[in-house]
């Protein structure tokens, strides 16, 4: 089976419902670019903090992907001027509330699958998280959540953009290996916990119950500038709509809507038999 990538696979954001507020809202287009990375040269482009903005989940760089962006007091007509390579700006409003994670109501896809035969229909899905949420970082999430700081820093890999910064202020301060990774932006460091929060959940997947409650941490020790991690529900059993497939020469393509918070790749896997 393979996925011709970045148009193989698209993915189109369902928004939330957003009240008045100072910020811009439009439609980020992009191709071969991860969220995080699209809306810094945004910022960069524009000569504003990268903390104006918010999206209310991460899309994958590999894929085709449309969703909802804020920008705090950026003006409409700041952004109609830029002109990136892969990124697109479309459907500005301006006078929204900011957005927040999870705040989308859900993610419209469609995916080719080439060099398949046989699916298993998409019934009681167990809804785990997909491997994307992972990025090898549930160790480091581990690491952290124990307060193990040389532990994480053992698994950086040292060539990475951000981990250069880890080791440059080891070389001056060595063994205070808490400050060297409070270099890393504290929302890639989330990230860490969060994946390691949803490896722990995936493991204890028990779907003859209808909600699960994930692993919460009140405080990472050292760490009090992350905030709280909460365990909130999750539904065992993933809602798949619209579900449609037509058959193609070399495979299939696959149409269908999730809610927020659920991943098409542990549903491909599925249907392709893979659980």
């Given at each position: 089976m393979n996925i011709p990538r970045p148009d193989g696979f698209k993915v189109d954001e369902v928004p939330g419902d957003y009240s008045r507020g100072e910020c811009s809202h439009f439609t980020l287009l992009k191709r071969g670019w991860n969220t995080l990375d699209a809306v810094k040269l945004i910022a960069k482009k524009l000569k504003v903090s990268?903390?104006?903005?918010?999206?209310?989940?991460?899309?994958?760089?590999?894929?085709?992907?449309?969703?909802?962006?804020?920008?705090?007091?950026?003006?409409?007509?700041?952004?109609?001027?830029?002109?990136?390579?892969?990124?697109?700006?479309?459907?500005?409003?301006?006078?929204?509330e900011r957005i927040s994670i999870g705040s989308h109501k859900g993610n419209k896809f469609r995916i080719v699958l080439e060099g398949v035969k046989e699916l298993r229909k998409p019934v009681k899905v167990p809804n785990y998280f997909g491997k994307q949420r992972f990025g090898g970082n549930a160790l480091l999430g581990k690491k952290l959540a124990?307060?193990?700081?040389?532990?994480?820093?053992?698994?950086?890999?040292?060539?990475?953009?951000?981990e250069r910064k880890v080791f440059s202020y080891l070389r001056k301060r060595p063994g205070d290996y808490l400050g060297a990774l409070k270099r890393v932006d504290k929302k890639i460091r989330r990230l860490w916990v969060n994946a390691w929060q949803s490896k722990q959940w995936n493991q204890k997947l028990d779907t003859s119950k209808k909600t699960q409650e994930l692993p919460s941490y009140k405080e990472i020790t050292g760490m009090p500038e992350l905030g709280s991690f909460p365990g909130n529900e999750r539904e065992t059993i993933m809602k798949v709509k619209d579900y449609k497939i037509k058959k193609l020469k070399k495979g299939v393509e696959l149409d269908f809507t999730l809610p927020s918070g659920c991943y098409a790749t542990t549903l491909i896997d599925y249907i392709l038999k893979k659980h």
């Open positions: 990268v903390k104006r903005f918010r999206v209310a989940g991460l899309k994958d760089k590999h894929a085709v992907t449309t969703q909802r962006v804020s920008a705090w007091r950026v003006p409409k007509k700041r952004l109609e001027g830029l002109d990136l390579k892969g990124i697109k700006i479309l459907d500005i409003k301006e006078g929204l124990e307060s193990d700081w040389e532990g994480a820093v053992r698994l950086l890999n040292p060539r990475g953009s951000y």
